[in-house]
């Protein structure tokens, strides 16, 4: 299917009752079967914090096995883009991506369950000195040429003039390589167009755009920046570009980020729906919460 659409992780408590059954709230080992039976994908948040080991990714496969067609998206440690990229260190990026690849990225790919590696760039890696020499030194390093990769840019020094698309030059230097450019809808940065790959990766955030840099205060009823529902018709203005990239892109990925109590899952839903693609139906209750003076 040239279009995927899932959400970024499964393993959420606060899922249980809204979108896993409260049998489920004691079995979470059970839900990744559950999630599963509605989606053909998911992205891997878990290994920007923690490099996975052997053990961890077998079971990922394991865990896949009973799916057909099942997918992995999985991000970049910060290892590599929070720590040694944001420092130059280049050489040493290289052989933390190199060891990703080899322990997470290729056993998952030689399963035919893997989607695509994604490196969110940390929001202080800037378009300045030699950094463009660090990312195209990383992205060399790894196989690209096998491998589906795509890039997140967090800082504004990475686009042009207009503060709408990505640098020319950098555009082209990922292109070159076939990496996708992630298109983005949150706050903090632009929904750019350039496409510089033969696949398409698109990640929903949320628009919290008060509280995104911003603890949250006590009287917000939201639970934290990824507590956002898209309405119907912001999802809709991304239907044609979606289908676009159907027709030119060889696979479109799409994620929602905005996991706080399955609001993910409904407009997971929500999308495949606008998109005509056949999925499995689920109810999903998004109580609101109330404070106590309300009560």
């Not at 079967?33 to 998911?42: D, I, K, M, Q």
Request: charged share 25%; net charge negative; proline share 4%.
């Amino acid at each position: 299917m040239p279009i995927s659409v899932g959400c970024s992780g499964w393993s959420y408590d606060d899922w249980v009752g809204k979108f896993y059954p409260m049998d489920l709230a004691k079995k979470k080992g059970e839900w990744f079967s559950f999630y599963a039976g509605y989606f053909n994908c998911v992205e891997i948040n878990s290994t920007f914090y923690r490099p996975p080991n052997d053990f961890m990714v077998n079971s990922w496969i394991m865990k896949a096995k009973p799916h057909q067609g099942f997918e992995y998206s999985v991000k970049m440690p910060q290892l590599v883009t929070h720590e040694s990229m944001v420092k130059g260190e280049t050489l040493s990026a290289s052989e933390q991506a190199l060891s990703f690849e080899r322990i997470c990225v290729k056993p998952l790919a030689r399963e035919g369950m893997m989607g695509s590696v994604l490196f969110q760039l940390s929001p202080y890696f800037r378009n300045e000195g030699t950094s463009q020499k660090t990312l195209v030194g990383v992205l060399d390093a790894v196989d690209h040429g096998n491998v589906d990769y795509s890039v997140e840019f967090r800082h504004r020094s990475w686009l042009d003039e207009s503060r709408r698309e990505i640098v020319a030059e950098v555009a082209e230097l990922l292109e070159e390589r076939n990496v996708a450019i992630v298109l983005v809808d949150g706050p903090g940065f632009p929904i750019t167009h350039r496409e510089t790959a033969d696949h398409s990766y698109v990640r929903f955030h949320g628009r919290n755009y008060d509280i995104w840099y911003n603890d949250e205060s006590e009287d917000d009823l939201r639970l934290n920046r990824y507590d956002y529902i898209y309405s119907k018709e912001q999802l809709e203005a991304w239907v044609p570009r979606i289908k676009e990239a159907e027709k030119d892109y060889s696979k479109v990925r799409v994620f929602f980020n905005n996991h706080a109590t399955s609001k993910s899952v409904r407009n997971a839903f929500d999308m495949m729906d606008l998109l005509n693609i056949e999925h499995k139906s689920k109810e999903i209750r998004l109580q609101d919460q109330k404070t106590l003076s309300e009560l």
